[in-house]
C-alpha cells in the first residue's frame, strides 16, 4: 500500500508564491518519476511539471521561468516552489508518483487527493 499526500495548497494574491509538498509512503522499493498536475474547474487535468529519478526536469509552457519542481530522494518527497503567481495558476494540484513495489520491479501508478491554490486578482 503506497500513500501519497500533498500539503502547501492556500490562497495567495497575484505575484505572490507558495510551496506544494508531496510525501509519498508506505510499500516502496523505490520511486522513478514525480510529477504535479492541475486541473481548474471546467478544465481538463494538464502537467505542470515532472522530474525523473536523475532530476532531469519537464515543465508546461505555461508555467516555465515561474515554477520549479524539485525531490528528496530520501524522503520520497517532491516539492513545487511556484513563484509569480497568476490568477490562471487557479487549480486544484495533484501529485503523481511512479513507484516501485516490489522486488522484481512491478510499478504503479498513485496520485494523491489534491491540493487547492487559488490565486486573487
Known amino acids: 500500500q503506497v500513500q501519497v499526500v500533498e500539503s502547501g495548497g492556500g490562497l495567495v494574491q497575484a505575484g505572490g508564491s507558495l510551496r506544494l509538498s508531496c510525501a509519498a509512503s508506505?510499500?516502496?522499493?523505490?520511486?522513478?518519476?514525480m510529477s504535479w498536475y492541475r486541473q481548474a474547474p471546467g478544465k481538463q487535468r494538464e502537467l505542470v511539471a515532472a522530474i525523473t529519478s536523475t532530476s532531469s526536469t519537464n515543465y508546461a509552457d505555461s508555467v516555465k521561468g515561474r515554477f520549479t519542481i524539485s525531490r528528496d530522494n530520501a524522503k520520497n518527497t517532491v516539492y513545487l516552489q511556484m513563484n509569480s503567481l497568476k490568477p490562471e495558476d487557479t487549480a486544484l494540484y495533484y501529485c503523481?508518483?511512479?513507484?516501485?513495489?516490489?522486488?522484481?520491479?512491478?510499478?504503479?501508478?498513485?496520485w494523491g487527493q489534491g491540493t487547492q491554490v487559488t490565486v486573487s486578482s
Open positions: 508506505g510499500s516502496i522499493i523505490r520511486i522513478n518519476g
Open positions: 503523481n508518483t511512479v513507484a516501485v513495489v516490489t522486488a522484481w520491479g512491478v510499478t504503479n501508478v498513485y
